[in-house]
């Protein structure tokens, strides 16, 4: 849901420690920050966690007759504690456990996996035991950018290369930059590489107060400081929408109090001081009231909201201007000089009560369809009608309560003050305004020329209005684009590419991007996905852990310290984006934070049918058209790419003469290939879980004819 969007992103990156401390140090900041209140979800991205790696020896294993599937079933007994029952002796009751669990490299190393020649065979002798680092599964770099002082970086401030050695396996900044370097001919960068880093999400409760969570959370860390978080590791904070909400909430809070100075302001000029006093009560009572039905309906003060109340400002004044002018008209005509000022409100009030009545449910009627709009932009819209709806109903409830009482407390005391003077009433003459009103308004009415002149320049004006849409003078946008300090650049490569392959393309489009002076900072995701907004919610961006899938977050530097928009920095960067990725065979999209409700592409063309290879054709020619097609970018398809496939057929006939399963076979296979967890290394103080991983090596699973020599254990322990 919404709900789970992360409004906070913590980068952990370092120039000494490598993703396995990394990590480490984010599992223990993690649970720091689960213990703030309100935070509902807090996420890892990126590291390696520490993982009991069971490397399988394949000659040994045959030559101790010994197989996968057979060890992981052993290891999982050894690995396991149960409650037997219990005993009574001497009045007392004794509890009986059988088993139990295994806490360090050398137990599980001690456990006895088979018999061979009448002697026990221990896992050691059949497996390599590491206790360490798993294999890489993902990468998480950082790097930075020329606008870096822009950076909110909590914790560390100097940038070195990388100088230690990573540990075996792992991706550090020199082996992807030579990586890179191999691949695009580059040689490497230096001190420019980006470093290993761990990306901390944080998600608030439905609710809840963003801004107010994601302060609470950045001093939770700063705290963290020396005590969790040691020197040499540096903390960036890559989002904070509690900061992005404040900043909208204090521009949007801004212009509501510039449009009720402004309203305040005009009726001054044109009524009064006094008068201008009268419509100014109105309208923070009217907005107060407004919010009390916002409450109700569930809705939070978001920039919607404020939007919406906004808008009202310059419709529930006009309620309260008719009925203040009308007093004001009634109490300056000379037969009312002497008449109680109540008894003129009230019956100026009820001359332009139904009037007023019928205008303000004549805008209720225009405005309040908009709430039963369905769709995506329905929930994000109806706020606005919603809110508009009832403050004009309170606005006209004011109108006839509240501004009479104010008109006459204000116009009280403005009379004794005139009458204590003892002259005329210096408002009893009409002013240069309405003298130019009733001479324009009387031509307009008595002499024709002027009337169909009028008429005809009005009629023009119109056609003029709606021409500037057919002659394309004005773009027409549901939404203006909203000047973000962030974009996303989304990478797709073909589908059978390796991580290592991926993330040295990465690297090369984030080469690219640390070119870019707008630039503060950037996180390179490979093989994970990066922490999703609104608009990776619906596009679900978070389902993207594939090896030949990487994500590139980039943020910008203020609004107000550059004078580029940020689309048009994203679309500046996009021809040399496209440039690096065409040389890859990559796809790649730029892809922004959009104004209003995310959507899952701007154009988006399904193709449905009975034959498969006849919709993946349609969907190429599809995808020709809008690729020649100007003013069309970032053109992906859900199409799969060919990816080379083995099939490890079973011959039923000879595996029932071995006792042996199609299943027993896939579950081999799998142990060899992919791995498989034994459970768990049971140990305390660890934060994180630390599975017992077995596996092959890696050069004993890296092809076909490596697989066929793995053996499976028939029924009569005869290996096959």
Do not use: C
């Amino acid at each position: 849901s919404i709900d789970d969007v992360p409004i906070l992103a913590l980068t952990l990156w370092s120039d000494r420690y490598d993703h396995y401390d990394l990590r480490r140090v984010a599992a223990q900041v993690h649970d720091e920050i689960k213990q703030v209140t309100d935070v509902s979800e807090v996420k890892l991205i990126g590291g390696q966690r520490r993982q009991l790696r069971v490397t399988l020896d394949e000659a040994r294993m045959a030559a101790l007759q010994a197989t996968p599937g057979h060890i992981l079933g052993m290891l999982q007994q050894a690995n396991r504690q149960l409650q037997s029952g219990s005993f009574a002796a001497g009045n007392r009751e004794f509890l009986v456990e059988t088993g139990g669990f295994l806490t360090s490299a050398e137990e599980v190393g001690q456990v006895v996996v088979g018999v061979s020649n009448a002697r026990p065979v221990y896992l050691r002798d059949v497996a390599r035991i590491e206790d360490g680092p798993e294999e890489p599964a993902n990468y998480v770099l950082f790097g930075q950018g020329p606008a870096v002082e822009y950076s909110h970086t909590l914790i560390g401030e100097s940038v070195h290369p990388l100088s230690q050695v990573q540990p075996e396996g792992s991706l550090s900044a020199a082996p992807i930059d030579e990586q890179r370097s191999a691949v695009s001919g580059q040689p490497s960068a230096g001190s420019s590489q980006p470093f290993p880093a761990v990306t901390i999400t944080v998600a608030k409760r439905k609710g809840t107060n963003a801004i107010v969570i994601a302060d609470k959370v950045i001093e939770k860390v700063k705290e963290a400081e020396g005590r969790l978080i040691p020197a040499g590791i540096g903390v960036t904070v890559t989002r904070n929408y509690g900061e992005t909400a404040a900043e909208k909430s204090n521009e949007l809070l801004y212009h509501m109090f510039l449009a009720i100075l402004s309203v305040a302001v005009l009726i001054w000029l044109t009524l009064g001081l006094r008068e201008s006093g009268i419509v100014a009560i109105a309208i923070p009572v009217t907005l107060a009231l407004t919010l009390v039905v916002f409450y109700f309906y569930g809705y939070t003060l978001n920039r919607v909201t404020l939007f919406a109340l906004i808008f009202s400002i310059g419709i529930l004044v006009d309620d309260a201007i008719v009925v203040v002018e009308n007093i004001v008209r009634h109490y300056r005509l000379p037969g009312n000089r002497n008449r109680p000022i109540l008894d003129v409100a009230v019956e100026a009030v009820d001359e332009v009560g139904n009037p007023t009545i019928l205008a303000t449910f004549a805008v209720i009627a225009a405005i309040l369809p908009m709430a039963f709009v369905s769709g995506l932009m329905g929930p994000y819209m109806r706020p606005i009608p919603v809110g508009a709806s009832a403050a004009m109903v309170f606005s006209l409830i004011v109108a006839f309560i509240v501004t009479p009482w104010a008109s006459f407390r204000l116009l009280k005391r403005q009379r004794q003050h005139d009458g204590e003077e003892g002259e005329a009433d210096p408002h009893a003459k009409e002013g240069w305004s309405t003298r130019m009103y009733r001479h324009t308004m009387g031509r307009l009415i008595n002499v024709p020329t002027w009337r169909y002149g009028f008429l005809g320049v009005v009629v023009v004006l119109l056609l003029g209005a709606m021409g500037l849409f057919a002659v394309k003078a004005v773009v027409v946008k549901m939404l203006p684009f909203d000047n973000k300090s962030e974009f996303q650049v989304v990478i797709d490569m073909p589908e059978g590419t390796t991580l290592e392959q991926t993330a040295a393309v990465t690297m090369e489009i984030g080469g690219f991007l640390k070119t870019v002076p707008e630039v503060t900072d950037y996180q390179m995701y490979v093989g994970s996905s990066a922490p999703y907004n609104f608009n990776g919610l619906v596009r679900h961006y978070f389902l993207r852990s594939a090896a030949n899938q990487a994500d590139i977050q980039v943020n910008l530097e203020p609004k107000e310290e550059r004078d580029a928009q940020s689309h048009d920095i994203a679309k500046r960067v996009r021809p040399g984006i496209q440039e690096i990725a065409r040389r890859f065979g990559a796809n790649v999209k730029v892809a922004e934070v959009p104004p209003g409700p995310p959507v899952l592409q701007t154009l988006v063309a399904e193709v449905y049918g009975p034959d498969y290879e006849r919709q993946v054709q349609i969907a190429r020619q599809i995808e020709k058209i809008l690729t020649e097609t100007e003013g069309v970018v970032d053109i992906d398809s859900y199409i799969e790419d060919d990816q080379p496939k083995y099939r490890l057929q079973v011959d039923r006939e000879k595996a029932a003469l071995n006792g042996i399963s199609a299943e027993q076979v896939a579950q081999t296979l799998n142990i060899s290939l992919q791995g498989m967890s034994a459970g768990l290394l049971h140990q305390a103080n660890e934060k994180e879980d630390v599975a017992i991983f077995l596996r092959l090596a890696r050069e004993e699973r890296s092809s076909i004819e490596d697989l066929r020599q793995v053996k499976v254990m028939g029924q009569k322990g005869n290996l096959v």
